[in-house]
């Protein structure tokens, strides 16, 4: 992708903005990029080990005349120097779904929607397909390790997107990121209603992925998550195939009835060993009955290879396929069911489940979900992106469920949508488990009209109505003494939420590993 073509990011160093301009600096395009403020690690050590040029605060002196200019969503404003600087000078401004739709959106589109689970689970396609040769495009919000980019410009013609139903470049268009995407294929989690500082109503926020739905063509396929939430309903407006994936599957069946839905899931006695976890693919379907001798064999349906097994020789098989059994590095089983996820959507493509075999064992995870920073002297430094309730329960009910016999300590700053008056009820006994919560200085966001924030004083007491043990500290230092003071061997220290923490993290490792 040849280009004298530059193009200058207004808000670099969010972690997809940096993603993309370092991706379009690999493609070719020349790349400029500003700040409103100093930028902190790691992303300023992400800028600049990628050679990429920025500089704060926002200077419509200092951005020349690049042939795009693309702003992140928190930096648009009609007051923007740079924003009134490309509106005065005619340069082509657009926010950066846009340039993704432009650019990176190919024939195969695959879009990865839900309130939760889509950086994961956009990553572990991604890693499928590429395992499988197909070199596809790929966005996420987060940075796979694998690959330590969270985005890539190819010349394949498929393309794996994260699909956020957050606005695009909200008040200059509301329109869903994911509207710019195209899905030709489409996994879709889960419409709980999220983001109330956008989405007023249940109703406003599940409308949005019906229309998503709506547009995938009738020759494409949504993978759906069987008890997603809303879905049910969004899914009424599909058009094409539907497959489904879940943890259980006798659950399911009887809500989806036995009319020939096909369901991909995992045996509910998964074993986990340590960091590693072992679980057994299988699909349920009615469509059709294959007959097979008693010892496993692998069969070819379909072009791809199933891992058939027959339980009684008696009878001829029943409806439940095993696919393969897997491995994974990845803590929780929520990652089982991003697991589920992505390799329907990857056997329905046709790929070989040697290769996805191979591929779900190498697959390292994404920085910030569920990282084990650290491991020195029994004591476990966890990093993680969960910032809401729905995000913070499972990512609790993984730690307890890896590190049974650990003390669990957790210090959790909401966002802007996990700390709003009316979603505190979702946060009881969120935390079950865990030994001790600290509530850190909650970072400062620009108030929204008709948004009620909790304060972390508010937060914190609201917890220890169903969580004995919580505390609101705003002095990290404070909180990093306690954690020196108690923190013996077989403890785990886990960051839950989107921020930087200060340093704290940093500063918690350093520490144990003296």
């Avoid at 606005?167 to 030709?184: I, L, V």
Wanted: aromatic share 12%.
């Amino acid at each position: 992708m040849k280009t004298k073509k530059s193009i200058h990011f207004i808000g670099i160093s969010g972690t997809a903005m940096a993603s993309l301009a370092r991706a379009f600096k690999v493609a070719g395009f020349k790349i400029t990029g500003s700040e409103a403020e100093h930028v902190f690690p790691p992303m300023s050590a992400y800028l600049i080990k990628n050679k990429i040029k920025y500089y704060h605060p926002f200077n419509a002196q200092e951005v020349g005349q690049p042939k795009e200019i693309v702003v992140g969503n928190a930096h648009y404003s009609e007051s923007n120097p740079e924003i009134i600087y490309a509106r005065k000078n005619k340069i082509e401004l657009e926010h950066f779904p846009r340039l993704i739709e432009k650019y990176l959106i190919k024939k195969n589109s695959i879009v990865v929607a839900g309130t939760y689970g889509k950086t994961s689970t956009t990553a572990m396609l991604t890693w499928l397909l590429d395992s499988a040769g197909k070199n596809p495009n790929y966005m996420l919000g987060g940075i796979p390790i694998n690959w330590q980019h969270g985005a890539r410009l190819t010349p394949s013609n498929w393309s794996v997107v994260e699909g956020d139903e957050y606005p695009a470049a909200s008040p200059w268009d509301f329109s869903p990121k994911f509207d710019f995407y195209h899905p030709r294929y489409l996994i879709i989690s889960s419409a709980e209603w999220d983001h109330f500082d956008i989405y007023k109503t249940k109703k406003s926020y599940v409308d949005v992925f019906k229309k998503l739905v709506a547009r995938v063509p009738k020759n494409g396929l949504i993978v759906a998550k069987a008890s997603g939430e809303n879905l049910k309903e969004v899914l009424k407006k599909a058009k094409c195939k539907v497959v489904y994936y879940s943890g259980n599957r006798n659950k399911e069946i009887k809500k989806l009835g036995n009319k020939g839905n096909e369901i991909y899931y995992f045996i509910d006695s998964f074993e986990v060993k340590g960091k590693i976890t072992k679980f057994v693919l299988k699909k349920h379907t009615s469509s059709f009955v294959i007959r097979a001798p008693q010892n496993a064999v692998e069969i070819q349906k379909k072009n791809f290879w199933i891992l058939n097994q027959v339980h009684d020789d008696k009878k001829h098989l029943d409806d439940n396929i095993i696919i393969a059994k897997f491995q994974t590095q990845l803590l929780g089983e929520f990652n089982l069911e991003n697991w589920c996820a992505a390799l329907a959507l990857a056997i329905e493509l046709g790929v070989p489940v040697k290769i996805l075999r191979q591929a779900v064992a190498s697959f390292k995870g994404v920085k910030r979900r569920l990282e084990i920073r650290s491991q020195k002297n029994c004591v476990t430094v966890i990093d993680d992106f969960a910032h809401n309730p729905s995000k913070a329960k499972q990512s609790i009910l993984a730690l307890t469920k890896h590190f049974p016999k650990e003390k669990i300590y957790v210090i959790f700053e909401p966002n802007r949508g996990g700390r709003a008056i009316k979603c505190l009820p979702g946060y009881d006994h969120v935390f079950k488990g865990v030994n001790k919560i600290f509530i850190p200085k909650l970072s400062n966001y620009k108030k929204k009209r008709g948004v009620v924030d909790a304060s972390g004083a508010k937060l914190a007491a609201y917890l220890k109505k169903t969580h004995r043990n919580v505390s609101y500290i705003e002095d990290y230092d404070q909180i990093l003494a306690w954690l020196k003071k108690h923190a013996q061997p077989n403890t785990v220290i886990a960051f839950l939420g989107s921020r930087d923490f200060g340093g704290l993290i940093d500063k918690v490792i350093t520490n144990f590993k003296k």
